[in-house]
């Protein structure tokens, strides 16, 4: 009986999820080709408000409970984050107005990649080390007034035993131009005992990303945790990956077995 009703709430969730998640791309590509070239900024205002709601109602349809502590910056920002899993973007775009920095392998996932793209979700290839140059003068052009950027430095996802050490090569611009970084520590609970976190919210490993999302989409309610600490400063962008991965992994709440 659990069986069947799990497969039902994983089939309706997983209609929902993308019905939802295709109009929201299809209205912040309207609003590109209607306002970016009329007043631009507007089309950066437009983009963060549908992409708000999307991450209001994916939350709900996933069942993510949401906790909020401490106070979410406003743009223009740039915060870095552990990563656990591809649902970390739920939470992190219900309270921020910015785009992401992914790698590049999602721009070829079926969907996901045309979707991620289209919300000017910024990708780099980490194999390439003239990429971070790039992606470096790219994130000088993409902050602003309207929308920050949200950097998951540990380079991967893991299963929340700690936080990975941070890479810095993309703490570039912060450092050289000695703005202040925001940290965030995202952390779940699950309540289902057949279905921990660590190893059916956290994406890490070899994992298959349908075959993990499909069982993630049977827990009927993960419980989420998201921190905001304090600013951080540095004009050396090793030193301050350093101070930054200290405040975010004071602020984790590990998952292991949670």
Known sequence: MKNTVDN?????????????????????????????????FMATKWKNHVI?????????????????????PKPPFFLVSNHLSYIDIIPLWYFLDGTFIAKNEVQSWPFFGWGTRTLGVLFINRELQTDVRRMNNQI????????G??????GTSSKGERVLPFNSSLLNYPAENEMPVNCAAISY???????????HVCWWGDMAFFPHFWELLKIKQVDVTVRFGPKHVGDNRK????QLHKEVSQSFIPIVNS
């Open 239 to 242: 030193k301050l990956a350093k």
């Open 140 to 147: 000088a052009e993409t902050i602003s007034s309207s929308q």
């Open 189 to 199: 609970r699950s309540n289902d005992d057949d279905r921990p976190a660590w190893s």
């Open 52 to 72: 708000t709601i999307w991450a209001s109602l994916t939350a709900n349809i996933l069942g993510l409970n949401i906790t909020l502590e401490g106070s979410p």
């Open 8 to 40: 039902l709430r994983a089939t309706a969730r997983l209609i929902f999820f993308f019905l939802l998640s295709f109009c929201t791309v299809m209205f912040v590509a309207v609003g590109n080709i209607l306002l970016r070239f009329i007043k631009p």
């Open 149 to 154: 950027i949200i950097l998951f430095p540990e």
